[in-house]
């Protein structure tokens, strides 16, 4: 099934006023962390940093389709695909940080200074899991088959 450009268009303004709804919330997110200490514990601190990759996210969603109108091999369509590989699976990540930080914290009776120390392996793992391989990706191209990151529309259509 084909969709018509009005879907095209229709989908693209769906996705931009979800993307800025969930940037709004993200923003709430950021600036309670950052100016209420009592925010300061674990989950809240994992959530914050979860954030930042729902942030590339929405920011590639915001994009739409302007990145493949620019062209297959341009700029913003390598950006944004980069994107896209780099923030789309952050999420399953830091929702295994959370619930490892759960099960050391019930029953190992980790204390929030224990679990702190945690936060650099998961920023690594979860974000350091993910950037390799987008970055590696966003600079392969070879003469047969040109360059890996290319137009795609990331979509469930329901019949």
């Excluded at 940093?49 to 729902?54: H, L, P, Q, R």
């Excluded at 920023?123 to 795609?152: E, K, M, Q, W």
Aim: with cysteine.
């Amino acid at each position: 099934m084909h969709l018509t450009q009005t879907q095209v268009n229709a989908l693209s303004i769906t996705e931009r006023i979800v993307s800025v709804l969930s940037i709004i919330g993200i923003l709430f997110i950021l600036l309670t962390f950052y100016f209420l200490r009592s925010f300061h514990k674990p989950i809240n601190r994992l959530i914050f940093f979860a954030s930042f990759g729902n942030l590339g996210m929405n920011i590639a969603c915001l994009i739409a389709e302007n990145g493949i109108a620019h062209g297959p091999t341009s700029p913003l369509c390598t950006f944004q695909a980069f994107l896209i590989q780099m923030f789309l699976g952050v999420d399953a990540f830091w929702a295994c940080c959370m619930a490892w930080n759960v099960y050391l914290a019930f029953f190992h009776k980790y204390t929030a200074r224990q679990l702190r120390t945690l936060d650099k392996w998961y920023l690594l793992g979860c974000y350091g899991a993910s950037c390799a391989p987008a970055l590696t990706l966003a600079f392969i191209d070879t003469r047969d088959r040109g360059r890996v990151y290319g137009p795609a529309i990331v979509t469930l259509v329901l019949d």
